[in-house]
C-alpha cells in the first residue's frame, strides 16, 4: 500500500469508495462494519485537495483503498455538524491548551475498503495523514457516532485517541474524541 496526499485525478476513485460505505448507500446489513455519515460531491473533494491538501489515501494495484480527509475547522463550518463542534471548541482543553480554530483541526472521516480492514491500513493510513496535519496542527479532534461502535473502537483501541466528551445532534449521539499529533503511532 502506497500512501500519498490525493491529487484532483484521485477524485474518481475516491468517490467509488466513498459511496461504496456511505451511509445513505451502504446495504443495512453492512453498517454494522462501520460506514461514512457524510456524503461529498466531486467539487467539495477538489475543493478539500487544491485549499487544503487535506485528502489523504492509501493505494494499492491503482486503486483507492483508504482515505482520509483532514481539514481546518474553516474549510468545514459550512457543514451543520461541525459548526456546533466549533462553537462548543473554548468549552474544552486538551494537552493544557483551549480548543481552538487555530491550534485543533478535524479529523475525519476516514474509509477503508472491507478487503483491506484488520490490517495495518488504518494506523498506517492514520500515522501518515497525523505526520502531514501536524506540520499545521498540534490537536486532531474527530467524532464517532455511538451507533459505529467498530469506528469506535478502532480509534480507541488501534489508534489510541481519547474522547474528550460525548455530545448530542440533530438527534444522533456522539463521542467526540482528540490526538495528540506528536505522537507517533510507529514503534
Known amino acids: 500500500m502506497t500512501y500519498k496526499i ?3 485525478e ?11 460505505y456511505q451511509v445513505n448507500t451502504i ?3 453492512e453498517k454494522k462494519d ?11 473533494l477538489e475543493e478539500l485537495i487544491t485549499t487544503e491538501q487535506g485528502l489523504f489515501i492509501g493505494v494499492q494495484n491503482e486503486k483507492v483503498m483508504a482515505y482520509v480527509m483532514a481539514a481546518s475547522w474553516q474549510f468545514w463550518s459550512r457543514w451543520p455538524m ?3 463542534m466549533i462553537k462548543d471548541l473554548h468549552n474544552l482543553t486538551y494537552l493544557g491548551q483551549t480548543l481552538s480554530v487555530e491550534n485543533s483541526y ?8 472491507k478487503s483491506v480492514r484488520g490490517t495495518e491500513v488504518l494506523p498506517e493510513i492514520f500515522d501518515f495523514t497525523r505526520e502531514e496535519m501536524s506540520k499545521r496542527y498540534p490537536i486532531l479532534v474527530t467524532f464517532v457516532n455511538k451507533i459505529n461502535p467498530r469506528s ?8 489510541g485517541l481519547e474522547v474528550i466528551q460525548e455530545f448530542e445532534f440533530n438527534g444522533n449521539y456522539y463521542y ?6 506528536s505522537k507517533t503511532l510507529k514503534a
Open 10 to 20: 484521485d477524485i474518481p476513485s475516491v468517490l467509488e469508495l466513498h459511496s461504496k
Open 82 to 84: 461541525f459548526a456546533h
Open 176 to 181: 467526540e474524541m482528540v490526538y495528540d499529533t
Open 27 to 29: 446495504k443495512e446489513e
Open 152 to 159: 469506535y473502537e478502532a480509534h480507541k483501541r488501534k489508534l
Open 6 to 8: 490525493a491529487t484532483v
Open 106 to 113: 478535524q479529523y475525519g472521516p476516514i474509509c477503508i475498503d
Open 34 to 44: 462501520g460506514f461514512v455519515t457524510t456524503a461529498f460531491s466531486a467539487q467539495e
